[in-house]
């Protein structure tokens, strides 16, 4: 199976996962608040069928994708608020349904672009692997919103392992977005695997900053669903920590992020 076939399986069980979650919610159900500030669970699917939409364009339409862009970026910072906003007026029925048709074609699209296609998006161009991790990275993320609001506990799987993957590969991201210059050495990030029988490597053995602890945890972080001062995450080195302090694994603004735990606003 190519590593293509693989995220692409794993965004597909990843999504249904969270399609159990709500399925069988009712009206009430659905208007719930999450813990995204003005956030429903209509809210958060919404979000997700409306990036999944952006993302059958980005890899099937490029011009139509331009143009979302376009807009995007005449309104940046309220424009994720607003498409979400969008979705979540519909009837719960059609949002579902609407995410699903989404899912369903953006699985189609990837599965049929060319090996060594890149496509444009709200960050870096992507390739349809990139694009795939991208996409499951946003439903693991937002998932975990709608199951914390359902008081669902979920079991961390090793399809974390390309959340972790993406926000290791963000870092010089979330320097730039904030106007920071990216430290030019590598980072060696070693993080234990939700399994606990494997530790998932990245960069250089031999590097002086490190970061190391549970994979959930940085997975956790990079998504901004957990504040760093309740994580179990160890960095050696002034910039690993100051990393560790902005890391992000999503393209756009970074948000406020979450308080830690016990914290008020």
Same mark, same amino acid.
């Given at each position: 199976?190519?590593?293509?076939?693989?995220?692409?399986?794993?965004?597909?069980?990843?999504?249904?996962?969270?399609?159990?979650?709500?399925?069988?919610?009712?009206?009430?159900?659905?208007?719930?608040?999450?813990?995204?500030?003005?956030?429903?669970?209509?809210?958060?699917?919404?979000?997700?069928?409306?990036?999944?939409?952006?993302?059958?364009?980005?890899?099937?339409?490029?011009?139509?994708?331009?143009?979302?862009?376009?807009?995007?970026?005449?309104?940046?910072?309220?424009?994720?608020?607003?498409?979400?906003?969008?979705?979540?007026?519909?009837?719960?029925?059609?949002?579902?349904?609407?995410?699903?048709?989404?899912?369903?074609?953006?699985?189609?699209?990837?599965?049929?672009?060319?090996?060594?296609?890149?496509?444009?998006?709200?960050?870096?161009?992507?390739?349809? =692997?990139?694009? =795939?991790?991208?996409?499951?990275?946003?439903?693991?993320?937002?998932?975990?919103?709608?199951?914390?609001?359902?008081?669902?506990?979920?079991?961390?799987?090793?399809?974390?392992?390309?959340?972790?993957?993406?926000?290791?590969?963000?870092?010089?991201?979330?320097?730039?977005?904030?106007?920071?210059?990216?430290?030019?050495?590598?980072?060696?990030?070693?993080?234990?695997?939700?399994?606990?029988?494997?530790?998932?490597?990245?960069?250089?053995?031999?590097?002086?900053?490190?970061?190391?602890?549970?994979?959930?945890?940085?997975?956790?972080?990079?998504?901004?669903?957990?504040?760093?001062?309740?994580?179990?995450?160890?960095?050696?080195?002034?910039?690993?920590?100051?990393?560790?302090?902005?890391?992000?694994?999503?393209?756009?603004?970074?948000?406020?992020?979450?308080?830690?735990?016990?914290?008020?606003?």
């Amino acid at each position: 199976m190519s590593d293509v076939s693989l995220v692409i399986d794993d965004l597909a069980r990843e999504s249904e996962e969270l399609d159990g979650l709500v399925a069988e919610l009712d009206a009430n159900g659905w208007a719930r608040a999450t813990p995204a500030p003005g956030w429903t669970i209509a809210h958060q699917i919404a979000h997700l069928a409306w990036t999944d939409r952006c993302a059958v364009s980005a890899v099937t339409d490029p011009e139509a994708f331009a143009a979302e862009l376009e807009k995007a970026l005449a309104s940046f910072g309220t424009w994720v608020d607003e498409a979400a906003q969008a979705g979540a007026v519909l009837p719960p029925d059609r949002l579902l349904a609407q995410w699903r048709e989404g899912r369903a074609a953006l699985d189609r699209a990837l599965r049929a672009a060319p090996s060594g296609s890149r496509f444009p998006w709200f960050g870096p161009p992507m390739a349809a =692997a990139s694009m =795939a991790t991208g996409r499951l990275m946003e439903t693991w993320a937002h998932g975990l919103d709608v199951a914390d609001t359902l008081g669902v506990v979920r079991t961390p799987t090793d399809r974390l392992r390309h959340v972790a993957r993406i926000g290791v590969r963000a870092r010089d991201f979330a320097f730039g977005i904030r106007g920071w210059e990216a430290p030019g050495e590598e980072f060696r990030v070693e993080l234990v695997a939700p399994s606990g029988h494997e530790i998932w490597t990245y960069g250089p053995p031999e590097a002086a900053q490190r970061v190391t602890g549970p994979a959930l945890d940085f997975c956790l972080l990079v998504t901004r669903r957990a504040h760093r001062a309740d994580l179990a995450l160890r960095a050696e080195g002034p910039d690993a920590d100051r990393w560790l302090d902005i890391a992000q694994a999503f393209a756009g603004p970074p948000g406020a992020g979450r308080d830690p735990r016990g914290a008020t606003r």
